[in-house]
């Protein structure tokens, strides 16, 4: 059994920062990929970003410049570090890892972050 477990999120005006963090626990033989990604109200959930277990980044085009991803592997955790932060990032956020020789998905059970204008 694996866990995901985040944390960070929060209220914040525009233009602020937040870090958001998702540790796995458990039964973790190997963490592949693992990445952020958020749902607003009405939307999809859409992807946010990405980092491969050797680091590569990926990021959605609306995050570009504004967020950065990172993990460390001793921990099993990844980070987002959320900076100038607009209304329209105001969504729950969902630690996603990818795990194991078969390639998993877990999801954490997300957090919230409002920004207000």
């Known amino acids: 059994q694996v866990q995901l477990v985040e944390s960070g999120g929060g209220l914040v005006q525009a233009g602020g920062s937040l870090r958001l963090s998702c540790a796995a626990s458990g039964s973790i033989f190997r963490l592949n990929a693992m990445g952020w990604y958020r749902q607003a109200p009405g939307k999809q959930r859409e992807l946010v970003a990405t980092i491969s277990r050797g680091g590569d980044t990926n990021y959605a085009d609306s995050v570009k410049g504004r967020f950065t991803i990172s993990r460390d592997n001793a921990k099993n955790t990844v980070y987002l570090q959320m900076s100038s932060l607009k209304p329209e990032d105001t969504a729950v956020y969902y630690c996603?890892?990818?795990?194991?020789?078969?390639?998993?998905?877990?999801w954490g059970q997300g957090t919230q972050v409002t920004v207000s204008s």
């Open positions: 996603n890892a990818n795990l194991g020789p078969g390639g998993t998905d877990y």
